[in-house]
């Protein structure tokens, strides 16, 4: 079946513009994690995602980012005054139940560049 | 503090050799799992070892667990060029349910 999609692919974007980035779940999971990456670091934590719970928001850096998830689906990560650290790739992954260390399925990641 | 930390932080084998990873956690865990990711994209789940178990395998990947310890290796035998990749453990904790702990990755390389 599908995995997770991401759009958009790539993202060039001018210090100070808003974006968007989309993710579309695997089909049934009830849990969406997003994650950022710098180049050649680890995965860093942003929000979680489980059914009609309320988020996890603690990951998120500051108050520019935000997310939310639309009928249990897709999920909109926002990033708003954007800045040249915020250049990263943007990871998001869904899992079937959410449990304690639930196998995660990863999208392919929107690779953002703020100039 | 992030748990889930690998070591060494890059690896460079010849094809033919074994890799062993490391990776260490700080809090009790219901189990965990070995990824694996190409070019800085997405990752993809190569196995899962539960808080219950010592030592798993999955074809050319044995992954061992010592919760005294609270550690984990990951053994890639008669590795191949196709092996190259970045690997991350991944710790799912008992108070964060569904939220897992990434390391920062080994970086492994196997010259052909």
């Known amino acids: 079946g599908a995995g997770v999609s991401q759009s958009p692919s790539n993202k060039v974007t001018e210090k100070g513009k808003d974006v968007e980035l989309r993710c579309d779940p695997i089909s049934g999971h009830t849990a969406l994690y997003w994650y950022r990456q710098s180049l050649g670091q680890g995965l860093e934590f942003l929000i979680y995602f489980q059914g009609n719970s309320a988020p996890d928001k603690s990951g998120l850096p500051s108050d520019r980012f935000s997310a939310e998830r639309t009928g249990g689906s897709v999920s909109t990560l926002t990033i708003q005054r954007t800045q040249q650290e915020d250049s990263a790739v943007y990871l998001c992954a869904s899992s079937p139940s959410g449990q304690g260390g639930d196998t995660q399925y990863f999208g392919p990641g929107t690779r953002l560049t703020v100039l | 503090s992030q748990q889930g930390e690998e070591d060494p932080q890059a690896l460079s084998i010849q094809e033919g050799e074994n890799a062993t990873m490391n990776c260490s956690y700080k809090t009790s865990i219901n189990n965990l799992q070995w990824y694996r990711q190409n070019s800085g994209r997405g990752l993809v789940h190569l196995i899962l070892?539960?808080?219950?178990?010592r030592e798993k395998h999955s074809g050319r990947l044995r992954v061992t667990l010592d919760t005294s310890k609270k550690s984990s290796s990951l053994l890639i035998t008669a590795s191949r060029a196709a092996d190259t990749a970045s690997y991350f453990c991944?710790?799912?904790?008992?108070?964060?349910?569904?939220?897992?702990?990434f390391g920062d990755g080994t970086t492994l390389t196997v010259k052909p």
């Open positions: 991944a710790s799912g904790d008992n108070t964060n349910a569904g939220k897992s702990t």
């Open positions: 070892i539960r808080s219950n178990e």
